[in-house]
């Protein structure tokens, strides 16, 4: 999966040139526009997506939720949107759970981390 840095520097891609980065076919980034509110790329006269270099973070950022964290589309959208808190558990599970947000807080440090790397 390509860095932040290993995104070419323009203003805009093609959906071809996209999918080639993230290495997804276009009909995934067409599914994944009509899931996800964050992406919105400009469309053409002629209805051509034209993907702006923050459209391709949030992809890359997707991307990285369903095929290496393993989350549906449902879990996506909330880990997007800050919404990832665990369900509310007994008192006793306390420290479990801090430890559970404690590793998630890690992971997204380092991804972001490998990100600007």
Do not use: C
Not at 53 to 76: M, P, Q
Not at 83 to 94: L, T, V
């Amino acid at each position: 999966m390509p860095r932040r840095a290993d995104v070419p520097d323009k203003l805009y891609f093609k959906i071809g040139e996209v999918a080639e980065l993230l290495g997804v076919k276009a009909y995934v980034l067409r599914y994944w526009e009509s899931e996800f509110k964050a992406i919105k790329p400009t469309k053409t006269r002629s209805k051509h997506r034209l993907y702006r270099k923050s459209d391709i973070e949030v992809l890359l950022r997707i991307k990285h939720l369903l095929y290496k964290e393993r989350l549906t589309i449902e879990g996506a959208k909330k880990r997007l949107k800050g919404d990832d808190a665990p369900a509310p558990q007994p008192r006793g599970n306390r420290d479990a759970r801090l430890r559970g947000a404690l590793a998630r807080i890690k992971k997204d440090i380092e991804f972001l981390h490998r990100m600007l790397s």
